[in-house]
């Protein structure tokens, strides 16, 4: 065998994009030196079908009845179906089909029985699975591989172009954030924020060039290109060009020479060096989202039942992967709107749930296979929320990343460094949203409590994090209203309470709760019933007592590290009338939005945390301003 073997994962990723003709030469070589058997054309394009065969991508082998097709279609079932009748319509005798797909076909060996048995001939499905792991069988199948499938991974080439993240209409570039990412992470602790920026900026702008080509670009070219994929770099790149240019061409660069310069002409290009980066680090991502595909796959293939088509796994992948997407996208969509300042009136972040349906909607799925594939691709989520593996956690991480960049330079590029250093100085005033978020975590291993976690990489970082007397109120308050509505409306038909109804619960503390219960964690015991679960937080008789109020907030002081400051705190320099006055303008949004009862305390306690924050955020820059200014005095 040859030493010049095939990643296998690169094998999946060039049939995910494969085109039938191609796929139908590579099956006809590949089964060839695998099985030592050859096979002649039929029907479909092959002059015009053979014998008056119509059948697509159809072989007959030189013994009678043997039958190969190659087929890149998702609907396998159906479409093994419709070539074994079809060939009986012609009148010839078939004893047995291999049928080869570029698609992932669960449970192959159910799907061959249950053919096999329907038409009592032998079915043998050979599937993106079987003809990955077999590639490296041979010198044959190797040279398959390099002639028809190994061009479909050129554009792992392209800057960018990994797909980690969808396209996003009116901000920046998809494959210039995509790259921005995997630049940054790259150069993680060698390099400040924005010189990073500015460093991928100038490396993605230069893609296409190459010195054997003799083609280049001038400072001018690379400026202009960056300034018309990102408008908002105009304001620090032009400061800044000409000294990256410089560094990023120097032999002691940190990360090596990135780039290759020539002072004479003015002319810069990447080097052979730079291109292999980008086609490894394309790869990489590229391997992780279709290892993430199988985790999903893993999970979904056990759920299907007897009647379910397989290509239900395949849709329910899809619809995974987008729906993760959109959640990010939408998150993305909300830091733009606070950036900005534009909020749209009555805008309210989707559920998981709603971004799900809203990608069975973009495949086109509707009515009762959305349904099925909704549930499927459900199942799948859950888990990656809840009990998420290595592969989903890394692959969200980087989804994270990508999508922050993209929805940050569509503002400012600057922000980025911003954000990277306020963290060191941050007050952070904890609302209510985020501390009932992650009481629902209690019962997640520590890997996915995804709040808790944000809160302690916080607190480590140096930030402060207050969590306010009113915080703790309202945090009580919604214990009280939970606790009743279990009470009143789910004790009684616990029994009959399933993860699927638990998942349309709208209260976030009782969906938690009997997801804990109904599907609990390794190694994380289940609560024995609603009392044990109030009872994590304060004891269940104590709730709607002052004394319940008092252990919730030694809770929350003692689990997450917070600073506790009291309402005299809090009001301390706050203009009473200017309270009443905001207050007043916050009620008023609160009812256009239709927003729960008890307005006037709750405008009253989001108008006392902004005046609180602003004082606060005055107070440090007029410090900052002081210790600057003593330090200029010697002092």
Do not use: N
């Given at each position: 065998m040859t030493t010049q073997t095939i990643d296998f994962r690169a094998v999946e990723l060039a049939l995910e994009h494969v085109k039938p003709n191609d796929f139908e030469q590579f099956a006809q070589a590949f089964y060839s030196a695998t099985q030592g058997s050859s096979f002649v054309p039929l029907g479909g394009t092959h002059d015009g079908g053979a014998e008056g065969f119509d059948v697509e991508s159809l072989f007959s082998e030189e013994r009678p009845g043997r039958f190969m097709q190659a087929s890149i279609t998702p609907e396998t079932r159906a479409k093994i179906r419709g070539t074994i009748r079809r060939i009986k319509e012609f009148g010839r005798e078939i004893n047995s089909l291999i049928y080869m797909t570029s698609v992932v076909v669960p449970r192959v060996d159910a799907e061959e029985e249950l053919l096999s048995d329907e038409f009592r001939i032998q079915v043998r499905i050979r599937d993106a699975k079987y003809i990955a792991a077999h590639i490296n069988d041979s010198t044959q199948t190797i040279q398959a591989f390099r002639s028809f499938l190994s061009h479909y991974l050129e554009y792992l080439r392209n800057i960018g172009s990994a797909e980690t993240i969808g396209d996003v209409p009116r901000v920046a570039s998809r494959s210039l954030c995509v790259f921005l990412g995997q630049e940054l992470e790259r150069r993680r602790g060698n390099t400040e924020m924005l010189e990073g920026v500015t460093d991928s900026l100038i490396l993605w702008s230069l893609e296409g060039t190459d010195p054997d080509k003799g083609t280049f670009m001038t400072r001018d070219d690379i400026l202009k290109k960056i300034e018309g994929a990102l408008p908002t770099a105009v304001d620090f790149m032009r400061g800044v060009l000409d000294s990256r240019l410089e560094r990023l061409a120097a032999k002691d660069n940190t990360n090596g020479r990135e780039i290759r310069s020539y002072s004479k002409e003015g002319h810069y290009c990447l080097p052979f060096e730079a291109r292999e980066i980008v086609e490894r680090e394309n790869a990489e991502d590229e391997y992780l989202r279709t290892s993430v595909s199988d985790v999903f796959r893993s999970r979904i293939e056990p759920l299907l039942r007897a009647d379910d088509e397989p290509e239900l796994v395949s849709q329910a992948v899809r619809a995974c992967h987008r729906a993760l997407e959109i959640t990010y996208e939408t998150q993305g969509l909300e830091m733009a709107y606070f950036l900005n300042g534009d909020e749209p009136d009555n805008f309210t972040p989707p559920t998981i749930s709603d971004n799900l349906g809203k990608a069975l909607h973009d495949q086109g799925l509707f009515g009762a296979k959305a349904i099925r594939v909704g549930e499927l691709a459900f199942s799948a989520l859950r888990a990656t929320i809840y009990d998420s593996s290595e592969e989903e956690r890394v692959y969200l991480g980087k989804m994270s990343r990508t999508y922050i960049l993209m929805f940050l330079l569509r503002n400012d590029a600057k922000v980025v460094e911003y954000f990277r250093g306020m963290s060191a100085d941050l007050i952070l005033y904890v609302g209510t949203d985020i501390i009932i978020r992650s009481l629902s975590e209690y019962y997640l291993q520590k890997k996915d409590q995804s709040t808790i976690g944000t809160l302690a990489i916080l607190r480590e970082a140096g930030s402060k994090l207050i969590l306010t007397e009113r915080c703790v109120e309202e945090v009580w308050t919604h214990l009280k209203a939970t606790s009743a509505e279990y009470q009143n409306h789910y004790m009684e038909v616990e029994p009959y309470v399933d993860l699927d109804l638990a998942r349309n619960i709208d209260r976030i503390l009782i969906r938690a709760y009997y997801y804990a219960k109904l599907s609990p964690q390794d190694g994380v015991r289940s609560p024995a019933g609603w009392r044990s679960y109030i009872g994590n937080f304060c004891e269940f008789k104590s709730l709607h007592s002052d004394r319940?109020?008092?252990?919730?907030?030694?809770?929350?002081?003692?689990?997450?590290?917070?600073?506790?400051?009291?309402?005299?705190?809090?009001?301390?320099?706050?203009?009473?009338?200017?309270?009443?006055?905001?207050?007043?303008?916050?009620l008023g949004e609160r009812k256009k939005k239709n927003l729960r009862d008890k307005e006037e305390r709750l405008a009253e306690n989001d108008a006392m945390h902004v005046l609180r924050v602003y004082l606060v955020g005055r107070w440090a820059v007029n410090e900052t301003t002081r210790i600057r200014s003593d330090s200029r005095l010697g002092g």
């Open positions: 319940g109020r008092e252990e919730i907030r030694e809770y929350l002081i003692r689990r997450f590290g917070l600073i506790y400051e009291p309402d005299s705190e809090t009001l301390a320099g706050v203009d009473a009338d200017e309270l009443k006055a905001l207050t007043k303008r916050v």
